[in-house]
């Protein structure tokens, strides 16, 4: 079955700092991924929706200057949390679109990001 | 961002027993999915539904896709231990984008 890997699984960093997470559809090409966020005890959020070879669409509220993201290939795409602050301390989850069977979309396994 | 809305936020029940929760929406959706999500993990997919009225079984699950195609609800047959979770509806427009958007979601505890 199509699998969707994200790296890393989770991460502490310092405040002011920033972090990359990626997002591999393994077995499959996508040309669209999706980034949520997913707060505790809460719902998968959409941030931005990443396209190969394009810029990415936010979601309104997203600020675009500070989770960059990077769809270079068909089967990469990282978001980047600049200067990051203890409120981006969350749950991101990326997914993944398959090329071919566009009704489906794969998810990962999702980072956990804490900022201290 | 917009969410659905799922009921009940959260469930008690004992082994054995069958569990229903449902997703409604202001918007129509071409397609709606059902999802569990373990901690700590990414969301799985359980079921798609991709037709008003279709009526779909995954082993102990069941989901139909309201004619309305503004609800869904998923049953759980015989529930047991490993079925303890959080269960999540998502509706998928027709855009090209194919975003998803997610309900509440749905705690679910099974008592032995």
């Known amino acids: 079955g199509a699998v969707v890997s994200q790296h890393p699984s989770w991460v502490i960093c310092k405040s002011g700092t920033s972090v990359k997470i990626e997002c591999r559809s393994l077995?499959?090409?996508?040309?669209?991924m999706f980034w949520y966020r997913q707060f505790p005890k809460q719902s998968l959020m959409l941030m931005a929706t990443s396209n190969e070879g394009s810029k990415a669409t936010y979601e309104q509220g997203v600020e675009k200057d500070k989770f960059l993201i990077n769809h270079a290939s068909l089967t990469l795409s990282t978001l980047t949390v600049t200067s990051a602050h203890p409120e981006d301390s969350s749950f991101y989850i990326c997914?993944?679109?398959?090329?071919?069977?566009?009704?489906?979309?794969?998810f990962g396994p999702g980072t956990r990001l804490l900022v201290l | 961002g917009q969410q659905l809305n799922q009921s009940p936020q959260s469930m008690f029940i004992q082994e054995g027993e069958d569990v229903s929760m449902n997703c409604t929406s202001s918007?129509?959706?071409?397609?709606w999915l059902w999802y569990k999500q373990d901690p700590g993990e990414g969301p799985v997919l359980l079921i798609a539904l991709y037709k008003a009225g279709e009526l779909t079984s995954n082993g102990r699950l069941t989901a139909q896709f309201g004619i309305t195609r503004k609800d869904s609800f998923l049953n759980i047959s015989a529930s047991i231990p490993s079925d303890v979770g959080i269960y999540f509806c998502a509706g998928q427009g027709s855009g090209s984008a194919r975003q998803l958007t997610f309900g509440s979601g749905t705690q679910l505890t099974v008592l032995p």
């Open positions: 997914s993944a679109l398959d090329r071919v069977l566009q009704e489906t979309q794969y």
């Open positions: 077995d499959f090409q996508a040309t669209t």
């Open positions: 918007s129509i959706f071409n397609t």
